[in-house]
């Protein structure tokens, strides 16, 4: 019995937990070296520039929690968009998506997995 508890605390000691898992950003590599804050910026500024006057006012009412449901959803789909253009930039600037299996069965990291696997 002393060995199966033994067992099961080292088990547990080592699974993994999801929460406080790392940015995805930190899985974009080149060459060995993981997404510069700059070629972040380029790609936040191209991509979110991008986007007309209608999302800086969804924004806008982001940020002082006053959307409605319909604006919420309305800007959600927004950011499901620029997430794809944002790994699509980083991937144009020659980096790839490297995170690791442990960190894409997390259940808030499966679906940035989804998008990126195809910048691998």
Not at 16 to 34: D, H, M, R
Request: hydrophobic share 35%; aromatic share 20%.
């Amino acid at each position: 019995m002393k060995k199966f508890i033994l067992l099961s605390s080292l088990l547990l000691v080592g699974c993994y937990l999801a929460n406080g898992s790392p940015f995805s950003t930190n899985y974009w590599v080149k060459q060995g070296e993981i997404i510069t804050y700059n070629d972040q910026t380029f790609c936040h500024k191209k991509v979110y520039g991008s986007f007309d006057h209608r999302f800086n006012y969804l924004d806008n009412l982001f940020w002082n929690n006053k959307l409605s449901s319909i604006e919420y959803e309305e800007y959600s789909q927004y950011l499901r968009i620029a997430k794809q253009m944002l790994s699509q930039c980083y991937f144009d600037l020659g980096y790839r998506f490297t995170a690791p299996y442990y960190w894409c069965i997390a259940e808030r990291n499966m679906e940035t997995c989804k998008i990126n696997q195809k910048y691998r």
